[in-house]
């Protein structure tokens, strides 16, 4: 007989902590059952020390779930890799632990433009407030101060991003500096500042959704299963009434499955991702009648949304030599376990150095001037007109550095390197994400992540790595572009990289690039520009007649019981790291089902 619990989770992600963690602690009596593919995060060194994140991508572990697409004519068709987190906790347990909040009117489009009443950052940002400790000052209005999530700044290894705001406050002086780049204020925007992470300074420990939410408040009403599988949600009549799981591990290694039931009393949640809510919706006979055809599923609902609307942002790092003094985290990125031993040490003794930080630690959310929109003519003017103009707290692109060299190229040898980042940050080209077999959930996606099939995502980039390049060439800890990580100019230009082996002088003049330099630009990014690791949008929140999945309370359009609650809701994009909006939909959600269900206890605010 299956088992029933009140309320099934299929996924365990950093929404579905929250949300569950904050519905098991506010009811005892709930029974609440998560189901996670991938494997437990509890105390192990590589999720919760924050600098071995890149070091996850570069072993063989089972943290990720790589998702393969091919681009279309926006990258040359080439194949694209999104890696997403597969662990409890999801993305929270393996990302970057960058602390960055989108722009109040991206949360505002949900409510005005998408009709999501409820969802406006007047709702949203006190939920980011309940959430969070922040630590680097009390009495902030922006932030909150009893949540379970610390944030902190660096306390040391930072040089590198301290010495990019000096130079770009320097030779910008219609950009100055900031304390806090994320106040949801005037000052949060074209102004350099350092980045804040979700790492407790007294501690050096990641802050994840599974520790903060799930492991340390030990909740007994809550089940936690992981190396599971959802495969597809169990319905009598248009009630949804539990999940049908097998065992990840036997089906990852090919074996025979065997299927299992789990039963909810009152509520499934799908919470599997951008890639994973879709897919268990598509399995279950949700979905558009052409996808589900061809993969020899019944059509339960007519849900033509599904796995559509796919976004993501579009990022490059590109590269520097870096010279001695530069404190950079190339080592342990890159170093051996007996090279990163000491590293270790330190951190374990008091949670301080390398393995404590990112590596990220200086960073501008940006628009263009006047001058440059001129540049970006005219493939930028209609967006900008329609979009950006009429919404003056949007930032186009984030830029930042990262104190490493972060690509993957086997022939770059170990030295000190920094990295200038950027992306933009509502890309105007999407993507899709679709089953290819009904029976078999390890089948590859039909996924087409759309990078770049617009001109003015295009135009964005080649503006951004202009800016990037310049300051980067004025920092002390300069010592000449990494070639291989730059476009392939002519030898002749006079933006050729690889001539400078020091810095420039902060008055020396830009780089004037030609017409053939701006179309090597462009080249290098329809060849290098790769995912942000920010999937989202393929269960969109907007209205049923518009390609919307679920409504404004997270119900799947045509079915009852059942709702979704990850960043795979987000109707459009957001100016951040998506992080920060798992967890504004995580706490929501809770405070929706403790609504609708009668649980006390879970409120907007601490």
Known sequence: MADTYDIIFAGGGATACITAGRLAAADPSLKILVLESGPHTRELDYHIQPGRFFSNLLVPREVFSFHFGKGGKGTGERMHVVPTGRALGGGSAVNIAMYMRPAASDYDDWETVHGNKGWSSKELIPLLKKAETYQPGPNDPAHGYSGPLKISFAQANYNVGEELINVATAIEKDHGGTNDLNNFTEESLNKWGRVQRYIDIKTGRRSDTAHHYIYNPDHKNLTVLTRQKVTRVIFEGKKAVGVEYIDDVVGRSKGVTEKIVAKASRLVVLSAGAFGSPSILERSGIGAASVLKKNGVEQFVDLPGVGENYMDH??????????????????????????????????????????????????????????????????????????????????????????????????????????????????????????????????????????LENPADVAILRWSY??????????????????????????????????ETGPVPLDAPY????????????????????????SIGTCAMKPREKGGVVDSKLNVYGVTNLKVADCSITPGNVAANTYSTAIAIGEKAAVIIAEELGIKGVSVRP
């Open 314 to 451: 579009n990022v490059i790092f590109t590269p520097y030599n870096a010279s001695e003094e530069a404190e950079t985290m190339d080592l342990a990125f890159r170093g051996s376990a007996e090279e990163t031993e000491p590293l270790a040490q330190q951190w374990i003794k008091g949670g301080k150095g390398l393995l404590a930080n990112n590596g990220v630690d200086g960073a501008i959310k940006l628009r263009p001037s006047a001058a440059e929109l001129k540049t970006m003519s005219p493939a930028f003017d209609e967006r900008w007109k329609s979009y950006y103009e009429p919404r003056p707290d949007k930032p186009v692109m984030l830029m930042a550095t990262i104190a490493a060299y972060v690509g993957l190229n086997p022939e770059v040898p170990r030295a000190k390197y920094y990295s200038v980042a950027y992306f933009s940050l509502h890309p105007v080209s999407t993507g899709r994400v679709h089953i290819t077999s009904g029976i078999d959930s390890y089948s590859p996606l039909d996924f087409s992540p759309g990078f």
């Open 466 to 499: 202009k800016r990037a390049r310049e300051v980067a060439r004025r920092m002390k800890y300069y010592r000449g572009e990494l070639v291989v990580g730059h476009p392939q100019f002519s030898k002749n230009s006079a933006a050729a990289a690889g001539n």
């Open 511 to 534: 780089i004037q690039y030609t017409e053939e330099d701006d179309k090597a630009i462009d080249e290098y990014h329809r060849q290098n520009v790769e995912t942000t690791w920010h």
